[in-house]
């Protein structure tokens, strides 16, 4: 019998971290148990314990993950646009991770107590920020606009903005984010020269 790859194992733990943040999404993390994580990833709890050494790791590990897409989808999010479709682009990014879910897997896992998942939520949190500021920063620049109030503050609003859409999905989804999202850039607009 061979070995499994380096790329067998790693199909196996993306399918392991896909399927606890659907099952986060679904139950909350703290209701989530390996069990369920195997069944929605078609993997026996031994292969979790195989790639995860227990829960608490499994979830610091799923933080960094959703962090990198994340992170990676956002600062793109305004590549290539026009300063006329700037809006337009960045809501299409929030569009997407709202309906992906994992910001809302992130948010419920930011409540998980133990060190490794902590320390993966205050890494993911300051890198949020940083991406945040780079996105506004973008932004402004496309527009040609200069903010009377540092970059970062602004993005640090931001933030904490596209967390409360992310809760408002869950407890409303039938409200129109896009209305939210065109009222908060009018007032950060507003703050420019």
Known sequence: MSEPT?????????????????CIVHKGAADVSLQDVAEAAGVSK????????????????????????????????LNGVSASAALDALWQWLSDEL???????????????GDAVEAAVRTTAAARRDAAATVTTQLFDALGLRPRV????????????????ALDT??????NARISFDVFWLAMLGLTD
């Open 6 to 22: 380096t790329s067998t194992r790693g199909a196996a733990a993306g399918r392991i971290l896909e399927a606890t943040s659907a």
């Open 46 to 77: 031994a292969l979790i314990h195989y790639h995860f050494h227990d829960k608490g790791e499994l979830l610091a590990r799923l933080v960094e993950w959703l962090r990198v897409g994340l992170i990676a989808r956002q600062t793109n999010a």
């Open 99 to 113: 309906e992906r879910g994992d910001l809302r897997a992130l948010l419920d896992l930011s409540l998980v107590q």
């Open 150 to 165: 540092p970059a970062s503050l602004i993005a640090d609003v931001f933030v904490a903005f596209v967390d409360g859409l």
């Open 170 to 175: 869950v407890v409303d989804p039938s409200r």
